[in-house]
C-alpha cells in the first residue's frame, strides 16, 4: 500500500467472457480477489463490452456471460462484501472510455503488444475496438476511484496506460481521477501453455492440451498435464530460460499446494518429469473440486445468479455517478437538470 491508499480501498478487476477461464486465470487472477475481498471495497466484473472486439456468437456468448459471473462467485467471491455484475449493465463504462478517449495518443495505443498480438491473431477483423480496447479497460478502473487493481503480470502495460491517461487528465483538469496501482500475483502470475511454455496460457489457444480449464473434469485435467511438453533434460530444476515447461509446472505446483520454490525443487530433485506431471495435476484437481461443485449451484440457480448481478450493478452505477459528475464537470460539460445530483 502506498502513502495515498486509505483505509477501505476500492479494488476492481475484470475477465473477459470470451470461452471458459483456465488456471491461468484462477492463479493470476480470481484465487487473488478472493483474498483481497477482507477490508476493502470491491467490484468484480465481466467485461463483455471487451469481447465485442472479437466476434461473438450471440446465443454462446450470452451463456458465457452467465457462465463467468458464476465462476467468480463458485471461486469465492462473496456478493455480500463484494459487487459483481456486467459492465454493459452500467453504460458509463462506455460513456467514460470515449471522453478518455480524448486524452490517450493513438501512438500509446499502437505500442500496446496485446493490441499487436489480437490484430495479428485476428486479421480480417482488426476494428477500431480493438484498438481502443485499453481506453475501455481504463474506463473501467477508472470510473470507480480504484486504488488497486489485481491482475496477472499480462495486463501491466494496460494498467500503465490508465495510469498514464489519469495523470494526464487530472494535469489538464485538477485532482479528478484516482490513480491505481496494479496488483500482481505473486508466484503464478503468468502461467504458460503447457504445448508451448514459452507463450502465456490463454483461454483462445487453438490446441486444448495446451490449456487447462477451472471446469475440466480432474480425468481431462489429469491427461493434460501427463501430456504436457517439458524437455530431454531429464532433471527437475528451476530454470525459466532452458526448461520453460519444467519450470511451469513447478510454479503450478507451488501455486496450488502453497509451498514455495525451495520446498517445490526439495520435494521433485531425483524424481523424473512424470512424477511432476501427475503431482501437480493432483494438486490442481483438489484445488479445483469445490469450485467446481459451487459453480454448478449457481448456475442451476439462475433466479439468485440474476439478483446478485442486478444488486453489484446498482451498487455500481451509483458509484459511476459520483466520478461521472465530476468528470462532466471538470469537462465543462453542462449538466441536465436531476443528473448527478
Ligand atoms: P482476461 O480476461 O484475459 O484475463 C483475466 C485475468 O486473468 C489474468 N490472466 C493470467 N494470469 C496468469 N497467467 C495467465 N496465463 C493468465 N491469463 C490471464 C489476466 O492478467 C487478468 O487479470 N483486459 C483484461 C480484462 C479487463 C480488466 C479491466 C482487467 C478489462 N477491464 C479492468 C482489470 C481491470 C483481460 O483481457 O483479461
Redesign the pocket.
Known amino acids: 500500500m502506498n502513502e495515498s491508499t486509505p483505509a477501505r480501498p476500492v479494488v476492481?478487476?475484470?475477465?473477459?467472457p470470451?470461452g471458459q477461464?483456465?488456471i491461468?486465470?484462477y492463479?493470476?487472477?480470481?484465487r487473488n480477489w478472493v483474498a483481497l475481498q477482507e477490508g476493502r471495497e470491491c467490484l468484480f466484473?465481466v467485461?463483455d463490452l471487451?469481447a465485442l472486439t472479437v466476434r461473438q456468437d450471440p446465443k454462446v456468448f450470452r451463456e458465457w456471460i452467465a457462465d463467468l459471473a458464476a465462476l467468480y462467485l463458485a471461486c469465492g467471491i462473496d456478493p455480500e462484501q463484494s459487487a459483481v455484475f456486467i459492465?454493459s449493465h452500467v453504460p458509463a463504462h462506455a460513456e467514460l472510455a470515449w471522453m478518455l478517449s480524448t486524452f490517450t495518443q493513438v501512438g500509446e495505443l499502437e505500442r500496446m503488444t496485446?493490441f499487436k498480438d489480437k490484430a495479428q491473431r485476428h486479421k480480417t477483423n482488426v476494428n477500431a475496438g480493438l484498438f481502443t480496447?485499453?481506453v475501455?479497460?481504463a474506463a473501467?478502473?477508472l470510473l470507480y476511484g480504484?486504488h488497486q487493481?489485481?491482475?496477472?503480470?499480462?495486463?501491466k502495460q494496460?494498467?500503465e496506460l490508465?495510469r498514464d491517461i489519469a495523470n494526464r487528465f487530472n494535469g489538464i483538469h485538477g485532482p479528478v481521477l484516482q490513480v491505481p496501482e496494479p496488483i500482481i500475483?505473486k508466484g503464478?502470475?503468468?502461467?504458460?501453455?503447457l504445448q508451448d511454455p514459452t507463450k502465456?496460457?490463454?483461454?483462445t489457444a487453438a490446441s486444448e492440451l495446451a490449456r487447462v480449464m477451472i471446469l475440466d473434469d480432474p480425468k481431462l485435467i489429469l491427461k493434460k498435464f501427463k501430456k504436457a511438453v517439458t524437455d530431454s533434460l531429464g532433471e527437475i530444476r528451476y530454470d525459466n530460460e532452458n526448461q520453460p515447461g519444467v519450470a511451469n509446472l513447478l510454479e503450478i505446483w507451488c501455486a496450488a499446494t502453497g509451498n514455495d520454490m525451495d520446498a517445490a525443487l526439495s520435494h521433485f530433485s531425483h524424481n523424473m518429469y512424470g512424477k511432476l506431471k501427475v503431482e501437480t495435476a493432483e494438486a490442481v484437481i483438489a484445488l479445483l473440486e469445490p469450485v467446481q461443485s459451487r459453480f454448478k449451484q449457481w448456475r442451476e440457480d439462475e433466479p439468485a445468479l440474476a439478483k446478485v448481478l442486478a444488486a453489484g450493478a446498482e451498487q455500481a452505477r451509483g458509484r459511476a455517478e459520483v466520478t461521472m459528475g465530476k468528470v462532466h464537470d471538470a469537462l465543462g460539460l453542462m449538466v441536465e437538470s436531476g443528473r448527478f445530483e
Open positions: 476492481f478487476s475484470a475477465a473477459q470470451t477461464l483456465t491461468g486465470n492463479f493470476g487472477a480470481l466484473c467485461v471487451h459492465q496485446q480496447y485499453p475501455l479497460m473501467d478502473i480504484t487493481v489485481p491482475v496477472g503480470d499480462d495486463q494496460h494498467l490508465t500475483a503464478a502470475a503468468r502461467v504458460r501453455d502465456k496460457m490463454s483461454k
